[in-house]
């Protein structure tokens, strides 16, 4: 099935304030960068959680530790849906007793979230895990919420949302797309 | 996911898909190193590890591997099993079947049997060493320790040691190192030697002495004197002297090269416990990747659309 | 009784015939063979686009009774004879008790009567038990109906065992028959030492193991003057070493299996246990030998080795199944298949290797198609197509090498001494 470009929901722009504001947000719920740490899903929940460990840092002018997690081992779904490439967790901070902030790029059915809520797990006992998405796009199939959110976008089921980032897509922003009826 | 459902030889996977077990086996050797090791990833998936030879290592190695992947790991050993009492391997296989299991990993002391398994069983099926033909997974966690050691697989020159033709590892290990593009070497006596070697795709050599200095591995093989009708060579005194890894011939292997074995080692025979125990020995790192390898067989071989019945 | 083969293409090289002919056999003798040939009552065969042969007979057999019942049965060996185009066997003495006294001879020898849908000439033990240690009672046998003498299954391992046993059979005149296998150099080798051993990591059985012991046998042969017949030879070396003594004037005749003319160790892709037999399956160059030697003579008769065995032996481990396979009813069909009807053999020299060849050699009766000649008579429909099924068998054996193989002729009619065995293609009684 091929997708074309439906909407535009957010620009460079919009991306770039979303992810200043989930930078204070995230510290002012914390309380200060000291207690925390940043595991991003892999591949683009990775490169958010290295911009927003940036943005923190330069604010508060202390490093924040940043890890990247892939969960292909924690999906509930092993069975019909294998991930072509295994990419290496690295969490290089101990998780026990910090509050750990997990990113990610969507935010959809809950399930990846669920995964890596049980891969934090396998690490130790974090004091918190709390959640930051660049777009909510709705149709929780678990009882998963976000604490940070760069925008809320309703989309049908049938929709996908693709969120761009520099380092993959040569560009900043996020789109919904549709089905262009072509079939394969 | 791989082509072949089942790892019963070399020939089931591709070059491109050892090393993509080799990748996925470094992500798990990541989850060994951590506090608690374990996985959920093959929650309610059930493996039966079928042994009808003693194996402590091997055995143990699959077992830990399908519990760090959270599987229904049953043993099933010849001594506890209904082979006692004379049942046949196949109506083993066929009583197994009946039972519904995900992937059975068979270890058996005549060629063929994982090959005689795959006809009537409808899962997975590795072979964890069938008489002196293969032994794959054990190729493929040397191959993901020689990786790990010297960076690289391909142009590796290894020089296999020792009883060629009665051993497993050799027949894996030697089609193994020919499709990641290294060159294996099959070191030891004429009378330890398979009836055609150049069918395995191996260069021959009598004198280990020289070429020890081209190598970069040096793959010392158990010498199994049980298995052979008519002991090959005189004493273990004259194979160590002229098949056995010493410091003086460590001493000729280039400075980067190491020193591996499939283990039980017979110290003093093929291996002396000072080259054992040294820091270029990386038999206990081949352990320790063996859990790893053999998670991301379990792993690659269940997960997918087109294995299994819980699909 | 009357009865008119009418129309055949009767072939038979010891009559220096090959023509569309008629045959009359009476009272289970054959009366005249002619052209134009009319009786005035009996039974009247249409034998047109069929070939017509003196009896086929093989002569490497293992019929299993007494004691291996369960695996084949004198009548049930018989009956696979008679579908395969067989009017006469000769069975192997490693049976549950081997066959090794005059006794054990009559007890085949009268089963057969009794029961056989084919004839029956048993081969007697060599040694006693077939342990290659002291003699059995050559004599004795001899004089209950033994033809020959084998310790088949085994080789007799000591030369100088050998060579008292064929000065003393020598005095009989009867052939000994030899397994030749060095078992210090087969140990327990399952399938040829080589390509497909090194690959499957099977034991061999080196192509020497076999060689050596042709070579001792032919040696012993010459100096005791014994008649020696070569059961079962494997490979190219074998052959020469018969081409030479033969040469030489030495009483030396030999056997190939069809699945050694036809088979070879590159069959073995998979752990298929019915392609387990001794000797083994040998290379392709060991193969095209056998044929060749076939075709130009060296060899003296197509031998099955015929060996039956239950479905649950053979389903075991490759190195644990017993070796052998099936032959009786695949026999003719594939030499048809691969030599006749590809044109590299005539059915002249069919008659010579499976009729003349084999008697010959191991000492059965002469069969010709000729007055007064007994009326063993094969017919072969060259044309029928035959689709080799575990259900096909007339053998309690399914363990056949050819297992699913699409085969072109077979026997379609057997008359053993005027009496159908085979009858449009079904096996009588």
Not at chain 2, 189 to 217: H, I, N, Q
């Amino acid at each position: 099935m091929g997708y074309r470009v439906k909407a535009e929901v957010m620009d460079a722009e919009a991306m770039d304030r979303a992810l200043t504001r989930i930078a204070h947000e995230i510290l002012e719920a914390n309380k200060g960068a000291g207690t925390i740490g940043l595991v991003g899903i892999m591949t683009r929940g990775a490169d958010m959680a290295r911009r927003l460990a940036e943005r923190i840092e330069r604010i508060e002018g202390t490093p924040v530790p940043v890890g990247s997690l892939d969960i292909s081992f924690y999906r509930d779904d092993v069975a019909t849906h294998l991930s072509p490439e295994v990419h290496a967790t690295d969490i290089p901070f101990d998780v026990e007793s910090r509050a750990v902030v997990l990113t990610d790029d969507v935010l959809y059915t809950g399930r990846t979230i669920r995964a890596a809520m049980d891969a934090i797990m396998d690490y130790g006992r974090p004091s918190a895990i709390q959640l930051a998405v660049l777009v909510d796009r709705g149709h929780r199939e678990l009882p998963i919420r976000a604490d940070y959110v760069g925008k809320n976008v309703p989309t049908a089921r049938t929709e996908r949302v693709k969120v761009l980032l520099a380092e993959h897509d040569g560009k900043d922003g996020a789109v919904i797309l549709e089905d262009d009826g072509k079939g394969e | 996911m791989l082509a072949s459902r089942h790892i019963m030889t070399m020939d089931d996977v591709t070059a491109e898909e050892i090393v993509h077990i080799l990748d996925t086996a470094e992500s798990f050797a990541e989850v060994n190193q951590r506090r608690i090791k374990k996985l959920p990833t093959l929650r309610g998936r059930t493996i039966v590890n079928l042994f009808f030879e003693p194996s402590t290592r091997t055995r143990m190695s699959f077992e830990i591997a399908s519990k760090r992947l959270s599987a229904d790991g049953v043993n099933f050993t010849a001594s506890s099993s209904a082979t006692v009492k004379g049942e046949t391997l196949l109506d083993t296989a066929k009583t197994l079947a009946a039972m519904s299991c995900d992937l059975v990993v068979v270890r058996h002391k005549y060629a063929g049997a994982p090959q005689m398994l795959a006809e009537v069983m409808d899962c997975s099926i590795v072979n964890g060493g069938d008489g002196v033909h293969q032994h794959p997974t054990q190729a493929l966690l040397d191959l993901y320790t020689m990786r790990q050691s010297l960076g690289k697989l391909e142009g590796l020159r290894v020089g296999i040691v020792g009883d060629i033709c009665h051993s497993r590892v050799a027949g894996s290990l030697v089609p193994a190192l020919r499709k990641v593009g290294a060159t294996p070497i099959i070191i030891g006596p004429p009378t330890l030697m398979p009836a055609r070697p150049d069918v395995l795709g191996a260069e021959v050599a009598y004198d280990l002495d020289e070429v020890l200095p081209s190598l970069d591995v040096a793959y010392l093989l158990r010498v199994q004197f049980e298995r052979a009708a008519r002991m090959p060579f005189p004493s273990n005194r004259e194979y160590a002297s002229l098949y056995g890894m010493n410091a003086a011939r460590l001493a000729k292997l280039p400075p980067h090269a190491v020193v591996m074995h499939p283990g039980p080692m017979n110290r003093g025979v093929e291996i002396t416990a000072d080259v054992a125990d040294s820091a270029r020995s990386v038999i206990l790192d081949q352990v320790e990747s063996g859990v790893a390898v053999r998670m991301a067989v379990m792993y690659l071989l269940l997960g997918g659309a087109d294995s299994g019945a819980a699909a | 009784m009357a009865l008119l083969l009418k129309g055949g293409r009767v072939v038979d090289p010891a009559m220096g015939l090959d023509a569309v002919l008629d045959i009359v056999v009476r009272d289970g003798v054959i009366v005249e063979v002619g052209e134009d040939l009319t009786i005035p009552k009996g039974e009247t065969i249409d034998c047109a686009e069929k070939v017509v042969l003196p009896g086929l007979a093989d002569v490497h057999v293992h019929l299993r009774e007494p004691g291996r019942e369960y695996k084949e049965t004198i009548a049930s060996g018989t009956r696979a004879a008679a579908h395969g185009g067989f009017t006469a066997v000769a069975c192997m003495p490693n049976t549950d008790p081997v066959c090794d006294s005059g006794s054990k001879v009559r007890f085949i020898v009268e089963r057969a009567a009794a029961e056989g849908a084919v004839r029956v000439y048993p081969i007697g033990a060599i040694t006693k038990r077939q342990e290659g240690e002291q003699l059995a009672e050559i004599g004795d046998m001899i004089a209950e109906g033994a033809v020959a003498f084998s310790d088949d299954g085994k080789g007799i391992q000591s030369a100088g065992m050998t060579r008292v046993a064929m000065d003393y059979i020598k005095r009989f005149g009867a052939p000994m028959i030899a397994h030749c296998e060095d078992e210090s150099l087969a140990e327990n080798g399952v399938v040829n030492e080589g390509v497909v051993s090194t690959r499957m990591g099977l034991p061999g059985i080196p192509d020497v193991a076999e060689e050596t012991m042709v070579a001792r046998d032919i040696a012993l042969a010459e100096l005791t003057g014994c008649r020696l017949h070569l059961a079962h030879l494997s490979t190219a070396g074998s052959l020469e070493l018969v081409r030479a003594a033969k040469a030489r004037g030495v009483k030396v005749t030999c056997e190939v299996t069809p699945h050694h003319l036809f088979l070879d160790e590159d069959a073995l892709v998979g752990y298929d246990t019915n392609l387990k037999m001794n000797p083994p399956l040998r290379t392709a160059a060991d193969r095209e030998a056998l044929v060749a030697g076939l075709l130009e003579g060296t060899v003296d008769c197509i031998a099955t080795d015929h060996a039956p065995h239950a479905v649950h032996e053979k389903e075991l481990e490759f190195e644990l199944a017993p070796f052998g396979t099936t032959g009786l009813e695949t026999a003719l069909s594939l030499v048809n298949t691969h030599l006749v009807a590809t044109g590299k053999m005539t059915w002249s020299q069919v008659a010579q290797l499976m009729c003349h060849g084999p008697r010959e050699a191991v000492g059965l009766p002469a069969m010709r198609l000729e007055a007064g000649m007994p009326a063993d008579i094969t017919i072969v429909d060259p044309e029928a197509r035959v689709e080799v099924t575990a259900e096909w068998f007339a053998s309690k054996g399914r363990n056949s090498a050819f297992l699913g193989a699409n085969l072109l002729g077979k026997a379609s009619d057997v008359l053993v001494g005027g009496k159908w065995a085979l009858k449009n293609g079904k096996v009588a009684g």
